[in-house]
């Protein structure tokens, strides 16, 4: 390493002329240096986003064709969940009825609640069934967070089926109402 | 009497050990970041609380872009030179087997397919193009081009993907899942972003009891 000469005058003088130059220590301070690279590591560890991608299963039913060969379901277990646009929900428990008195809003948050609370009412556990059906105008989130929805609740049984044009238009016809309450 | 001097020991520490290990895992963690590839379709996928990391072999990928517009990957060149060849046998489109091996994704009508595949690599930005037409549930190409991924895998099963963006439409995702139904591929995944399983629910319940997820 190369040193520098820094004798100052200060030290003894072995003779006339000659200078001694006072060896330095080479070891540098360095507690600057892991500073550094701390900061540098928390950084880095920081700033680095877990962007792994998750993959969520979903498994299809094959299309029966026949009615028979259809899965039945106990109407007291059943609950029907709609996705409208705007992140509307609505469900109803069991069959609607001709005058959609049990045709109920809800969103994203509360939907829960109500999993929960029918999955615990239901009798038998394995009666549980949900049926899934977004309409035209719900998007991939929605779909996603309600498949999700059915993870988060441990629902082992669930149904996508399309929705009918009478639920479609109930859908409709509550969303209109809800904006023209907001208004 | 005499007391025993303690000797005044320095309280600089050597450094030089910390600040090996200071670099040593700065270094690795900069050689372990993967960086992320720039992707020429944007997606924003939704959050799920699936644990189950995605799959990077073996991949049929179909993606739904923000406008519903749809868009097929693979990884495996030797079945995609496989299905060349059949859409040149069957549909005679006259279709450039190495470029089509090389491409990146597909997001043309069968159509419009050749003229795709001139494009430089650069150009094909999903924005751009107009994608694989489902639309229409008479002409849902992705039902063709399904068919053709099941042969060209014949028997063995792909790990199929779907990458949707939050905002599309219901309708784009039912036309996939339909083009899936009919080649009866009924398993697949949905590609999501991770999320924490909320505390309270009954799946946080069974993490917390150590039960296995069978997700």
């Known amino acids: 390493m190369a040193e520098l000469d820094t004798s100052s005058g200060g030290g003894h003088k072995k003779g006339p002329g000659v200078k001694k130059s006072k060896k330095l220590s080479t070891r540098v301070d360095l507690t600057p240096m892991v500073d550094l690279g701390f900061l540098l590591i928390t950084f880095f560890i920081f700033t680095t986003t877990m962007s792994q991608a998750t993959a969520m299963k979903l ?61 615990y009412s239901v009798a038998q556990l394995k009666d549980f069934v949900v049926i899934l059906k977004p309409s035209e105008e719900c998007t991939y989130k929605n779909v996603v967070d309600i498949l999700d929805e059915m993870a988060i609740n441990v629902c082992t049984r669930y149904a996508l089926v399309d929705i009918s044009s009478i639920e479609s238009q109930l859908v409709k016809k509550s969303e209109e109402l809800s904006a023209a309450a907001n208004n | 009497m005499g007391r025993a001097k303690l000797p005044r020991k320095s309280t600089s520490i050597d450094m030089t050990a910390m600040c090996d290990v200071a670099f040593l895992l700065l270094s690795f ?86 003229s795709f595949l001139k494009l430089p690599e650069d150009q094909r930005k999903g924005h751009l193009l107009p994608g694989i037409p489902i639309q229409d549930t008479a002409n849902n190409e992705l039902v063709t081009w399904m068919t ?23 309708p784009a995702f039912k036309s996939v899942v339909d083009a899936f139904k009919k080649n009866e591929f009924l398993k697949f995944q949905l590609v999501t972003n991770p999320e924490n399983v909320p505390e309270g629910t009954d799946l946080w319940k069974k993490s917390q009891s150590g039960e296995k997820r069978e997700d």
Do not use: C, W
């Not at chain 1, 277990?77 to 045709?103: C, M, P, Q, R």
């Not at chain 2, 960086?35 to 699936?50: C, L, M, R, W």
């Not at chain 2, 991924?149 to 792909?158: E, L, N, S, T």
């Open chain 1, 59 to 119: 498994i299809l039913p094959k299309d029966a064709d026949k009615p028979e060969d259809q899965n039945k379901a106990k109407q007291s277990g059943v609950i029907t969940i709609l996705l409208g646009k705007d992140n509307h929900v609505f469900y109803y428990e069991g069959e609607l009825d001709i005058t959609a008195s049990n045709f109920k809003s809800s969103n994203f948050h509360d939907i829960r609640e109500v999993l929960i609370k029918k999955k």
């Open chain 2, 148 to 170: 053709l991924v099941r042969d060209a895998y014949q028997g063995q099963k792909p790990n199929l993907l779907l990458k949707g963006d939050n905002m599309a439409k219901y």
């Open chain 2, 29 to 114: 963690f900069i050689l372990t970041t993967k960086f992320k590839p720039s992707e020429a379709i944007t997606v924003v996928t939704p959050k799920s609380v699936a644990a189950k990391v995605a799959p990077q072999k073996d991949i049929v990928e179909i993606i739904i872009d923000k406008d519903g517009k749809v868009f097929l990957t693979m990884d495996d060149e030797g079945k995609k030179e496989t299905i060349a060849n059949a859409l040149n046998a069957t549909k005679n489109l006259g279709l450039d087997v190495n470029a089509f091996k090389k491409a990146q994704f597909f997001g043309a009508s069968f159509a419009s397919l050749a």
